[in-house]
């Protein structure tokens, strides 16, 4: 039903995009979505297609941007890896979009990076993910680990007097680098190692058992117990409602999680949830009016009145608005000059303040730790005070630690060796390199 | 905490108030309370509390409760306290907390949510905990107690003593003793720690692993050999909880694999699309949940008869319409099934959404069986369990005993004798083919139960479903049963030290090598229909 929908909307948009077009003397701007509408990844990945759809039609409703229309060019996937770094080619190569907004894994990330940076394209990038990573061509509008995985741990030391950490993933390189990182940085606060706890789990792991009864003996020590969990959308459902059936409330053993969002909690019956915790940039309740207004967009846009909205579709809002106000700024869709222009570019976010654009291509974002309510919505509990700036290279990685990554002239480099004072390879080849 | 000590002054009040009636709204106390409450900054929300508490107010239970709900609102613009009934969606409905008057709904924008955290919660919990310690269910006072297990602290222990005087409940007693018994060990009481000594409760534990780094020497001794004789009974436990695991774990593999055992095992039709056929289940237990809100309960036994019936008809549907043409080609059947599976899963990602859909699971079957403190039982997967088991042994029954059971058997062994007995064989196969896919519809409505229902439920499940009926031998019911079984106990006994990625690593290699060892698996087919 709603394919059928869209398909006529899409379809109105065009007509409506071809009739202006006939008026405006410049071809459109192209923006590319390259995001998985089939396959194990539509689950989350599909609400961004849509939004980046919606914000275009917001956009071309106000004129466009340098009198230009823009147009959507919309490719699948399918959460195929390799078909990612295919279809990316395509839209550069082939359909030549001026930008493209897509991704959510970090794999799917590193198949395209050589590609953009060999097409020399842009890609913006919603998902917070594991840092280590400063590409020319990519703008990384999610959250880096010290944007989301440290100020929430802070959180639970400081807030919750927690002492003793379970730390549990899923198993693969988001969840692997960030409990690394968090390794340490808890054991550089004084935990001592016998207080952390480290379990990472198959993806779509559906029985557990087992791990909830090891954090429940690992939560007895008479030590604030807390998990911090990387695990990945799907298999959390069955893990908090393990959590609820053997009676651990989140007063006893808290869970902070970062992958879980409004649409993983729309999937699950959230009774026993409640309390249990979450740390992102935006939580659909924020209540602010951009934010208000944002969701009443939504709702229109796709005609459910229980539609939610989530953080990676607020780095989509963040980063679209970043791309128009540089193109304005630039004068011109060229890739080089938007890419110049882009640093420094400030726009409002939904929690009612700004976000940036720093040299590093991350962006600046409030922290908040948010609640799990009964209505699967999250109440904001506490924020950082101001905006955090996102780090590309953790300072607590050993390899990473005397890394820094400034796009401006002249430094110009995503892995610049403040020791050796050398850039190293570009973020594409390093991604292509371990393809091998 | 001081709200506590004004708890027993609000007990008596609670009872000389109630049968007040409500004073007019305006100089209503409560107002003036609420709004306290509601403009209180962090650190005087306490304050806030402890005055509704001392109030002796009688819907100050009813408040407080609200309020630990998230549930207690703000009108902005008029700055009125609203509790909120229902807060989904943009508009929310909204009551007068002072007269429980029904007030309509209001937008979202307009209200401001009364923060609450998990540290003020803990505190509410204690709250109510103490004034359920009064109910006249006993069940509710040791539930309560319970609760109160490692939040005693100075303040309770008076009021805590003084109800453990009247109480004549022998569990709500111990549960009593044991509360204090933690705040005491907690203090440095070396007598409480006897009272510990045979008690498996988490935070009995906890307090007596922290008693065990106190600086008191006599004490550290005493908590560390009452710690000893717990961990000695906690392995017990913890042994037949494994058990427990594996056993449900199990089951969930023999109710996947079991329909298969049939199309696979018996039909010899590797049919890659079972797994979707269990997602149809999954789904067909939401679409019932959907046509009966309110009653998850009802919707759900009512799934398990159309759960079966969908699955069926598809599994018909795909049997005519590609099965039958490709009887004995193994390779093609495997490819086509799996076009069917991706088709499956994109027409449900198109039709009803690619988001999981919420399954909720009934009151009665959610929480757990509760042994001794270290030892509950969830039921969920408890009735899982038994329902694998009433799987089994119906299609056991139906194999072994009907007439549909007997043709399956003999046009499997046989073809074209049993053809030329006068069987139809063609109608056979549709049966059969249906009877499997029902059975993985069941399966389906199972695990809507403990995991998402979405449409890759199925790619989770068909892999581990062709590793059971593989390893049990194919053809044979009662091998998918004690494979299911034991490979779910392995898998479980090997997670602790091996991990959750690795338990499945060595499981996999176990079935490799095993298969090489004994192609047939455990209970290889005998007699002349091996050869066949």
Redesign the interface.
């Known amino acids: ?3 059928k929908k869209h398909v006529k909307l899409g379809l109105s948009a065009l007509a409506l995009s071809v009739s202006l077009n006939a008026m405006a003397a410049e071809d459109p701007i192209k923006v590319g979505i390259l995001h998985s ?2 396959g ?1 990844m ?2 989350s990945e ?1 609400v961004l297609k849509d939004t980046v759809e919606m914000l275009i039609e917001k956009q071309n409703a106000e004129g466009g941007v340098l009198g230009r229309q823009l147009e959507a060019v919309v490719v699948d996937p399918a959460s195929n890896w390799p078909l990612f770094a295919e279809k990316a080619r395509e839209l550069l190569a082939k359909e030549e979009v001026d930008v493209i907004f897509g991704n959510w894994t970090s794999v799917s990330r590193k198949s395209v990076l050589p590609v953009v940076e060999e097409l020399n394209g842009l890609l913006f990038y919603p998902v917070q993910y594991e840092g280590e990573e400063s590409s020319e061509n990519v703008f990384y509008t999610g959250a880096a680990p010290n944007q989301q995985a440290i100020p929430a741990v802070n959180y639970l030391m400081n ?2 007097g927690v002492e003793r950490w379970v730390l549990a993933g899923t ?1 693969y390189v988001y969840p692997r680098t960030t409990n690394k990182i968090l390794e340490t940085y808890l054991m550089d606060m004084g935990v001592a190692k016998e207080d952390i706890m480290i ?4 993806f ?4 557990w ?3 909830v ?2 954090i ?2 690992f ?5 604030k117990t807390a998990v911090v969990s990387t695990i990945n959308g ?1 298999a959390n ?2 893990f908090y ?2 959590l ?4 651990i409330s ?3 053993i ?1 869970v902070v999680a970062f992958s879980v969002g409004e ?2 909690l ?4 959230t009774g ?1 949830l ?2 249990h ?1 979450a740390a992102w940039n935006y939580f659909m ?1 924020v ?1 602010s ?1 951009a934010n ?1 207004d944002f ?2 967009q939504w ?1 229109a846009h796709t005609g459910d ?2 539609a939610v909205t989530n953080d990676p579709m607020e780095a989509h809002y963040i980063g679209f608005n970043m791309y128009v106000e540089a193109v304005k700024k630039a004068g011109t869709t060229d890739v080089d000059a938007v890419k110049d222009a882009i640093i420094g570019v400030s726009v409002p976010n939904l929690t009612g303040g700004y976000a940036a654009m720093m040299p590093n291509h991350h962006i600046t974002k409030p922290v908040l730790i948010g ?1 799990i ?5 999250f ?1 904001v ?2 924020e950082t005070p101001s905006t955090v700036a996102g780090d590309a290279w953790s300072d607590y990685l050993p390899g990473s630690r005397d890394l820094i990554a400034d796009w401006r002239k002249p430094l110009f480099c995503g892995t610049f060796n403040t020791v050796t004072g050398k850039c190293g390879a570009s973020a594409g080849q390093m991604a292509a390199e371990e393809a091998e | 905490m001081s709200i506590i000590r004004s708890l027993t002054l609000l007990l008596i009040a609670l009872v000389s108030l109630w049968s007040l009636p409500a004073s007019a709204q305006d100089d209503d106390p409560g107002k003036a309370l609420l709004a306290n409450l509601a403009e209180a900054p962090a650190s005087n929300v306490e304050e806030a509390i402890n005055a509704i508490v001392s109030s002796g107010d009688p819907r100050a239970r009813g408040w407080l409760e609200a309020y630990g709900n998230n549930r207690l609102s703000r009108i902005k613009d008029t700055g009125q306290v609203v509790v909120v009934l229902n807060n989904r969606g943009r508009d929310w409905e909204i009551a007068n907390p002072l007269t429980g008057e029904n007030m309509g709904d209001m937008s979202r924008r307009e209200l401001d949510r009364v923060a609450i955290n998990n540290a003020i919660r803990g505190q509410l919990e204690g709250i109510l905990a103490m004034l359920d310690l009064n109910a006249a269910d006993p069940h509710v006072r040791e539930a309560s107690a319970q609760d109160m297990m490692g939040k005693v602290d100075a303040s309770l222990v008076e009021p805590l003593e003084a109800r453990l005087e009247l109480e004549e409940n022998a569990n709500v007693r111990n549960r009593i003793e044991e509360a204090l018994a933690i705040y005491r060990v907690g203090e440095g009481d070396i007598e409480a720690v006897d009272v510990l000594a045979g008690s498996l409760h988490p935070r009995a534990r906890a307090a007596l692993n922290q008693a065990v780094r106190s600086d008191d020497p006599v004490l550290a001794k005493k908590a560390g050999q009452a710690l000893g004789t717990i961990e000695q009974k906690l392995k017990l436990n913890r042994a037949a909880e494994t058990l427990y695991f594996g056993l449900s774990l199990g089951s969930v593999l023999v109710l996947a694999a079991i329909g298969l055992a049939i199309t696979f095992g018996v039909m010899g039709v590797i049919n890659m699309a079972h797994g979707e056929l269990i997602m149809l289940g999954a789904y067909t237990t939401w679409g019932m949940q959907q046509l009966l809100p309110g009653q998850p309960g009802l919707a759900l036994i009512l799934s398990i008869p159309a759960g079966f019936l969908v699955a069926a008809t598809a599994g018909i549907i795909i049997e005519r319409s590609v099965i039958q043409y490709l009887k004995g080609r193994p390779l093609e059947t495997l490819l086509a099934t799996f076009g069917i599976s991706l088709i499956l899963q994109q027409l449900v990602r198109t039709v009803i959404s690619p988001q999981n859909r919420t399954v909720v699971t009934p009151d009665w079957m959610s929480g757990s069986l509760v042994i001794n403190d270290a030892l509950s039982l969830t039921l969920n997967r408890m009735y899982v369990l038994g329902f694998a088991l009433v799987v089994f042994a119906a299609l056991m029954l139906i194999m072994r005993k009907t007439r549909l059971g007997l043709e399956v058997r003999a046009v499997t062994q046989n073809r074209n004798m049993a053809r030329s007995m006068g069987i139809r064989a063609t109608r056979v196969d549709i049966m059969t083919f249906a009877l499997g896919s029902g059975v993985a519809g069941l399966a389906g409505v199972a695990l809507s139960q403990l995991t998402n229902v979405g449409p890759n439920l199925g790619q989770n499940y068909i892999i581990d479903s062709f590793m059971v009926v593989v390893f049990g031998g194919v053809g044979n019911l009662w091998g998918t049963l004690i494979a299911g079984l034991s490979l779910g106990t392995i898998n479980q006994l090997l997670e602790p030290w091996a991990g959750a990625v690795l338990a499945k690593i060595i499981v996999l290699v176990f079935i490799i090598l095993f298969i090489q060892k004994r192609p047939k698996g455990l209970f290889p087919q005998k007699g002349r229909a091996a050869e066949g």
């Open positions: 039903m709603t394919i509408l089939s194990t539509a689950i599909t807030e919750i198993d379990n990472y789990t198959p779509g792991h559906s029985d058992q087992n791990i009864s090891d429940k003996s939560g007895s020590a008479g030590k799907d459902v069955p409602r393990e609820g059936n053997q009676g989140a007063s006893d808290p649409q993983e729309s999937g699950i019956d026993p409640v309390g915790l309740s209540d009016d208000y969701i009443d709702v009145e229980e609640e309510q009964d209505n699967g919505q109440s509990v506490w």
